[in-house]
């Protein structure tokens, strides 16, 4: 249960406090309660305060969305000093939204931001060297201030510095460098990345060619919303994806949410988490259960925002009551691993509405494995040896080479069904072929 604390007086205390119930993980999120502590810390002179309060406005959060009130207060905040504010009204600056436009000031900004450490800014600005149409077009001043955001691990630039290598922009051209950073970038939630690589395993460059990793990559972009992982999917053509300065605004969910995903990955057009949120949340209030599984998975894992695992709950909720099978699946896997009162039984239900629902095979693969070992192990259900070798099974006819070794020692020790050593060797087969490794001893000793 979330408790009360002590009133904060310093302005350090209610940015504090504000934090809070922003990011929902130690109060229940609130944007009101934290916009009025960051109004009450910016009244007292705090420039981040003022910073987070332009935020806010670029977000929607607690307040109607205002890219002019936003471009305002980040003025405020960059006058008083506020780095975060610089970069900010920079990219208002960049986009002319909330201000007049232009890039010569942008430049300007975005240089003493990146110059004092803000990896934003230095992203930021390398798009906009990067720009051909633009006549500061400079690739290799765009290659030096991605490999500095590189060399910090930031996402955006390393994805972009990856592009930068399997193009050979001012670079050698290097497919395996370029796989090798988007590898990176993808880890830390990049879809740019993750496309990127879908598209390098399907035609062998710099990694082995394998139209199975490729079509995995292609179905966690297609998750998230990614138009051109969608389309790839459905055998369709992509429409190229290009840097534009000031993207237009999006009026359906399905636009709403590949815009948000814009801001967020910072490959197109500047990179800005208020800007995404407030697309993203946008698709999500207009229904988009894709959207809803986007925020979930930002706040479940700090994509671009602060970790919150509160959140991420709420967002899976919505999703998953609306019939969402990958929410409901995430939402299990988090019930899964709390200790929540009746938190398998929770999970139990949630992994069957995933293979249930309209969902992709990897999800429902998944799902049909976690269901196979809560039936192995009687965990928010009975303990069921026929049903986990049927859900084992279901999942290892999608692909899931763990759920193919489970399928094979079952049929092989006959665990839920009769020994059948002809089943076994055909899993066991399947999971090797994947390179499980436990699967291949087994084979050995048969």
Not at 56 to 67: K, P, R
Not at 93 to 101: F, I
Not at 282 to 289: E, I, L, M, R, V
Not at 353 to 358: C, H, K, L
Request: glycine share 10%; charged share 25%; proline share 2%.
């Amino acid at each position: 249960m979330f408790g009360r604390q002590k009133e904060p007086r310093s302005p350090e205390e209610l940015v504090r406090r504000g934090d809070e119930f922003r990011i929902g993980e130690k109060e229940e999120q609130s944007f009101e309660q934290a916009l009025a502590y960051y109004r009450k810390a910016a009244s007292k002179g705090s420039p981040y305060a003022m910073y987070l309060v332009g935020t806010m406005y670029e977000a929607g959060h607690g307040v109607t969305q205002s890219y002019k009130e936003a471009a305002k207060w980040y003025e405020k905040s960059m006058l008083a000093g506020c780095i975060d504010g610089v970069c900010s009204w920079a990219f208002m600056e960049e986009t002319g939204l909330g201000t007049k436009r232009s890039r010569a000031l942008a430049i300007e900004h975005y240089t003493t931001a990146s110059q004092a450490g803000n990896h934003r800014a230095t992203n930021n600005l390398g798009l906009i060297y990067k720009d051909k149409q633009g006549s500061e077009h400079s690739d290799h001043a765009a290659v030096v201030l991605f490999q500095k955001g590189n060399m910090d691990q930031h996402y955006p630039c390393q994805a972009n510095l990856a592009s930068m290598y399997e193009k050979g922009l001012d670079v050698k051209r290097s497919c395996d460098i370029a796989a090798n950073i988007f590898k990176k970038a993808a880890r830390q939630g990049s879809v740019f990345a993750k496309r990127s690589l879908a598209e390098m395993y399907s035609f062998g460059l710099g990694v082995p060619q394998s139209e199975t990793i490729s079509h995995h990559l292609y179905l966690e972009g297609a998750r998230w919303g990614d138009p051109v992982c969608i389309a790839t999917l459905k055998g369709q053509d992509a429409e190229d994806i290009r840097y534009t300065y000031a993207p237009e605004k999006a009026t359906t969910p399905m636009e709403q949410l590949a815009l948000g995903l814009r801001f967020l990955d910072g490959e197109s057009v500047g990179l800005s988490v208020p800007s995404a949120l407030y697309w993203i949340e946008s698709a999500a209030k207009a229904g988009s259960t894709t959207a809803m599984f986007a925020l979930g998975q930002m706040y479940e894992n700090g994509y671009g925002v602060e970790k919150s695992l509160n959140v991420a709950v709420k967002w899976y909720k919505w999703g998953s009551e609306k019939g969402s099978g990958v929410c409901a699946y995430n939402l299990a896997f988090l019930y899964e691993n709390s200790s929540m009162d009746d938190a398998m039984e929770n999970a139990f239900s949630l992994y069957r509405q995933a293979v249930e629902s309209e969902c992709d095979e990897d999800i429902k693969s998944d799902a049909f494995y976690a269901l196979g070992l809560l039936y192995l192990d009687g965990k928010g259900t009975e303990q069921s040896p026929v049903k986990a070798l049927e859900c084992m099974q279901g999942s290892a006819d999608l692909g899931n080479a763990g759920a193919q070794f489970m399928t094979g020692r079952m049929y092989l020790e006959g665990v839920g069904a009769p020994s059948s050593e002809d089943l076994a060797v055909k899993y066991l087969r399947m999971a090797a072929e994947q390179g499980d490794e436990r699967a291949k001893e087994l084979l050995l000793n048969l």
